[in-house]
Every structure is written in structure tokens, then in C-alpha cells.
């Protein structure tokens, strides 16, 4: 296992072949993926090809992580970065509804950024969410993302584009 990075409740790890349940199940759940645009896994077996096809790690040396909690080692979502199709990087996270609330999104995505900033030395990174996901939008400005503009996020056409620069 490869571990990333740690907070004090949590460590980031790259996603294994025995998270496809996990994957699956996260978003077969019709509210995790309300806000997203993106369509839910058909099988585990679709999920496994995902995470067996995943190749972020090695193309960009970044990717989304399976967050993970300390105490029992559970998955409870992913959380990371990727190249999004308009070549910004893109800080995007996902957690089963029962750990919503509890601000693990708040803590993996800043920890996230850190090492965005810190380790990969990116200069700007920016998240992406529909404005009616109050959750997400408030996570993004809890880590002091600005609005920049309105835009297209995998289907979603008034999808709030938020920023923060290495400088901020």
C-alpha cells in the first residue's frame, strides 16, 4: 500500500484492485453522485476495470486517492487531483453519505492542497461544483478557493469553477 498523505484522522493512498466494491458502491449511491455528472459504475466488475485502467499515478504523478481512516482502516471516499480536460488541475472528492458532516472532505482537500502546492509544486489549482451542492461549494471556500466563473463540468452547465494559487 502506498500511502500519500496523513492528517490526523485520515491517510490518502492510491486505490487498490479490493476497492472496487467500495467504488461501486459509493457511486451506485443515487445523492453521492447527484451533483457530479457522472454516470454510476454498471457492476463491481466495471468498477474494478476503473481502478485496473486508472493511470493518473503514472502519467501525472498525481491522482484521486482512496481516503482512508486510521482507526480501523476503512474506506470512506476519495479525495485528489487530476488534469481535467481543460488541462487545469483539478481537486475534486467523494465520500459515502454516512461520513458526510463530519469534515473529513474539509481535511483530506486541504491536506490534498498542501501537497498539490508543496510536494508537486503546482502554482494553481482550482475545484469544481454545481452551485445547488452547497456542501461541496462550502468546502471549496473553507479552503480559500475564490469564485472565478461560471462554466461546464461534465454536463453541468452553470457549474461553479473556483481557484487558489500557491500565492494565496
Same mark, same amino acid.
Given at each position: 500500500?502506498?500511502?500519500?498523505? *496523513?492528517?490526523?484522522?485520515?491517510?490518502?493512498?492510491? /486505490? *487498490?484492485?479490493?476497492?472496487?466494491?467500495?467504488?461501486?458502491?459509493?457511486?451506485?449511491?443515487?445523492?453521492?453522485?447527484? %451533483?457530479?455528472?457522472?454516470?454510476?459504475?454498471?457492476?463491481?466488475?466495471? #468498477?474494478?476495470?476503473?481502478?485496473?485502467?486508472?493511470?493518473?499515478?503514472?502519467?501525472?504523478?498525481?491522482?484521486?486517492?482512496?481516503?482512508?481512516?486510521?482507526?480501523?482502516?476503512?474506506?470512506?471516499?476519495?479525495?485528489?487531483?487530476?488534469?481535467?480536460? *481543460?488541462?487545469?488541475?483539478?481537486?475534486?472528492?467523494? /465520500?459515502?453519505?454516512?461520513?458526510?458532516?463530519?469534515? %473529513?472532505?474539509?481535511?483530506?482537500?486541504?491536506?490534498?492542497?498542501?501537497?498539490?502546492?508543496?510536494?508537486?509544486?503546482?502554482?494553481?489549482?482550482?475545484?469544481? #461544483?454545481?452551485?445547488?451542492?452547497?456542501?461541496?461549494?462550502?468546502?471549496?471556500?473553507?479552503?480559500?478557493?475564490?469564485?472565478?466563473?461560471?462554466?461546464?463540468?461534465?454536463?453541468?452547465?452553470?457549474?461553479?469553477?473556483?481557484?487558489?494559487?500557491?500565492?494565496?
Amino acid at each position: 500500500m502506498k500511502k500519500i498523505i *496523513e492528517t490526523s484522522r485520515l491517510y490518502l493512498r492510491e /486505490f *487498490e484492485l479490493s476497492d472496487a466494491r467500495n467504488m461501486f458502491e459509493l457511486n451506485s449511491d443515487k445523492e453521492v453522485i447527484k %451533483y457530479t455528472g457522472d454516470d454510476h459504475f454498471s457492476s463491481e466488475s466495471e #468498477a474494478l476495470n476503473f481502478i485496473k485502467n486508472y493511470d493518473h499515478y503514472k502519467i501525472h504523478g498525481f491522482g484521486r486517492w482512496a481516503v482512508v481512516l486510521k482507526t480501523n482502516n476503512e474506506f470512506i471516499g476519495w479525495n485528489g487531483l487530476k488534469l481535467n480536460e *481543460e488541462n487545469d488541475i483539478d481537486i475534486g472528492f467523494r /465520500f459515502f453519505k454516512k461520513y458526510w458532516g463530519k469534515g %473529513y472532505a474539509s481535511e483530506s482537500a486541504k491536506a490534498v492542497l498542501d501537497y498539490g502546492f508543496n510536494v508537486l509544486k503546482i502554482d494553481n489549482i482550482v475545484g469544481r #461544483a454545481a452551485p445547488e451542492n452547497i456542501a461541496s461549494v462550502r468546502v471549496l471556500e473553507k479552503l480559500g478557493m475564490k469564485y472565478k466563473k461560471q462554466g461546464i463540468c461534465h454536463g453541468i452547465e452553470d457549474a461553479r469553477i473556483y481557484s487558489i494559487s500557491k500565492l494565496n
